[in-house]
């Protein structure tokens, strides 16, 4: 078989590991492996690289993707510039004529939830063979119970809330981390429960500015000068908004980009607790920097999996982590965001153990 290979999205740790394993699995069984660079343009524009035992040799530690990635780029409606001009041009086409100049028997797309809806529209409209790895920090993808670069995403944010709480215990202060997800809230949570946050503030569970005091009032009491909360970039504003980033647009799905909303979060329980507050965000450090061991080991099933598919004629399908499993689910299905259930274990283990979701 030939098989192509390419990285969608944003980057995240544990995208090489996935690559490598595609590469070294479809090797093993006698099969050609081409990477395209920068997602879906690559394709469009027929860039692509041999994936071979040296072009994936040391890359298994590396963060980033090898490949190159956007998050920019839909193929159904690309930009280009004709006549001077920006125009959006359906370049599916070309992307399905280079797929069958380079004789491959099927795609492997590695990204979140944008380039799995692509994925499934590309192996709806055209006759493009693919095969679909989910990733991404936030593990709001439908249909896997877990991504791949999330678990090494918490653990950043778990170590930032390790540094934080030293400075917010010396100086009394309230201390504020925001953390990626958009309206998932699965980093803030393990990340929280993880840290030792004090109160942890998600999308799907809604707050208000007097039980996060009564925590903070609570600690006083107790002794404790200080306070530490993990938010999420997706919890809406008292007055029920989201915080986009300013100068930043949509992206080709027209979902905004998120973050600052620990800033104004911080000003507002200042004003209200009369308590010095101070936010952090942790931004795209979350995403950049080698995966940790369970992303290296988890990537690599991924991938190792993918080219089992792809060996077995199993496409429009994508690659999911169920009971504990590595199987595989249509491409269809993977439709919505999976948000943290509000009786999910982990909340109500962090409500057992007296920590707050500011409701």
């Known amino acids: 078989m030939r098989i192509g290979v390419l990285t969608g999205g944003g980057d995240c740790p544990g995208l090489n590991a996935v690559i490598r394993a595609i590469t070294r699995s479809g090797i093993g069984r006698g099969h050609e492996i081409f990477g395209f660079k920068d997602g879906f343009k690559g394709l469009i524009e027929n860039r692509y690289i041999v994936l071979n035992h040296e072009s994936v040799s040391g890359i298994l530690s590396r963060g980033g993707t090898i490949l190159g990635t956007t998050n920019r780029d839909n193929p159904f409606k690309f930009k280009q510039i004709v006549d001077g001009k920006e125009v959006y041009l359906d370049m599916s086409g070309t992307m399905n004529e280079n797929y069958h100049a380079l004789k491959l028997d099927c795609l492997v797309v590695i990204g979140g939830d944008g380039s799995m809806r692509l994925a499934n529209q590309i192996s709806a409209s055209t006759d493009i063979k693919v095969i679909g790895v989910p990733k991404t920090i936030d593990n709001d993808i439908v249909g896997t119970e877990m991504t791949f670069g999330f678990n090494s995403a918490v653990d950043i944010a778990t170590d930032a809330l390790d540094r934080l709480h030293t400075t917010a215990e010396s100086h009394h202060r309230v201390m504020i981390l925001e953390v990626m997800g958009r309206d998932a809230g699965w980093i803030a949570l393990h990340g929280g429960a993880a840290g030792g946050a004090d109160i942890i503030l998600i999308p799907e569970i809604p707050y208000n500015l007097e039980s996060i005091n009564k925590t903070i009032q609570e600690r006083i009491a107790r002794g404790k000068s200080f ?87 199993r496409f429009g399908e994508m690659v999911v982590l169920r009971e504990n499993k590595i199987t595989s689910i249509p491409l269809e299905q993977v439709k919505g965001v999976r948000l943290v259930p509000i009786d999910d274990p982990l909340v109500k283990t962090c409500r057992e153990i007296g920590l707050s979701f500011g409701d």
């Open 227 to 313: 306070s530490l909360i993990i938010v999420s970039e997706g919890i809406k504003t008292l007055s029920g908004e989201q915080i986009v980033r300013e100068g930043i647009g949509m992206d080709i799905f027209n979902v905004p980009r998120l973050g600052g909303v620990s800033s104004w979060l911080a000003r507002v329980i200042e004003e209200y607790t009369g308590i010095e507050s101070r936010a952090t965000i942790l931004g795209h450090l979350q995403r950049g920097g080698s995966p940790n061991s369970f992303d290296r080991v988890f990537a690599t099933q991924l991938g190792a999996r993918a080219a089992e598919l792809a060996a077995k004629g």
